[in-house]
């Protein structure tokens, strides 16, 4: 039986994807979520990252992870020492931004309220987020468990459905019935430890103290997302004093690669004002 325990502890190290293109530009830094990789941010990186300095970090809880991660680190640690810049390739130096998706996004939230971090700006891509515990019940757990794969699913129509865009082969186009085989696999990779994980710290979400957040927020979601409800976004955003949202209309829990014209959009509208 393997010891997870006893493996070597995750941390998680920061590497730069686009370089400073100028001396008033600032550090940008890029959390996936639970499942995925540093490749979520690959469309919105074409487009240049808003002309910032960006980093990004493959993440204990990426995509290959073994089951045991979630016993060999502390999630919201390793978080707060990449945003600090303590983490291992940083060079010490604090990021300005922070745009976080998932579940990277609920271990950036309760990093900032526990006053760990002070960025400069916060993005929170499809958060997932409750103001009231008894909100919580058996029905939530139920969907949040039982229909776990769809995320992985969506995760797959909408990759597969960039890289067909820009290679115009019809054989990127996988069929439904494959990406459900597809999504259930990937859900089967992070199993029952990685979905623990997940769904304590969104239990926890109604206990964080945000009422002293003063950083400026924006919550982007999709309006068609299946994974997390659009009151999380809509209550995240009452419950911080600084905060936006936005909805892309018509996309889902992916919008940096479903939409990735409009999601720097709407980041580069954002960080505009909050610098002017």
């Known amino acids: ?17 686009l370089p400073r293109v100028a001396v008033a530009s600032r550090r940008m830094l890029l959390l996936h979520g639970l499942g995925g990789d540093a490749s979520t941010w690959d469309a919105f990186l074409r487009r240049g990252g808003l002309g910032h300095e960006v980093w990004d970090a493959d993440l204990p809880w990426r995509g290959p992870a073994e089951p045991g991660w979630t016993l060999r680190c502390d999630p919201q640690r390793v978080v707060t020492d990449l945003v600090n ?6 060079a010490r130096e604090p990021f ?28 929170l891509v499809s958060p997932f987020y409750r103001a009231d515990a008894a909100s919580f019940d058996w029905p939530t ?76 927020v924006l919550v982007v979601r999709g309006d068609a997302d299946a994974a997390s409800r659009p009151e999380d ?20 829990h992916f919008p940096m690669i479903e939409q990735p014209e409009e999601f720097s959009r709407v980041i580069g509208r954002f960080l505009e004002s909050t610098w002017s």
């Open 1 to 17: 039986m393997t010891a997870y325990p006893s493996a070597p502890p995750e941390t998680g190290a920061g590497r730069c994807r």
């Open 85 to 90: 810049g303590e983490a291992p390739g940083c």
């Open 96 to 123: 300005d931004i922070v745009v976080a998706h998932s579940y990277a996004a609920g271990l950036v939230l309760a990093a900032l309220a526990a006053g760990e971090i002070r960025p400069d700006a916060l993005v």
């Open 141 to 216: 757990i139920s969907y949040s468990l039982n229909d776990f794969h769809l995320v992985f699913v969506e995760a797959l129509r909408v990759s597969g459905a960039s890289r067909s865009a820009r290679t115009h082969r019809a054989a990127n186009h996988r069929t439904a019935s494959h990406r459900d085989w597809m999504g259930r696999q990937l859900r089967d990779r992070v199993g029952p430890y990685g979905w623990m994980a997940f769904f304590d710290l969104y239990l926890r979400t109604p206990f964080l103290r945000l009422d002293e957040v003063r950083v400026p």
């Open 233 to 252: 976004s809509c209550q995240l955003t009452r419950a911080l004093a600084n905060a936006r949202f936005a909805s892309l209309p018509g996309c889902g």
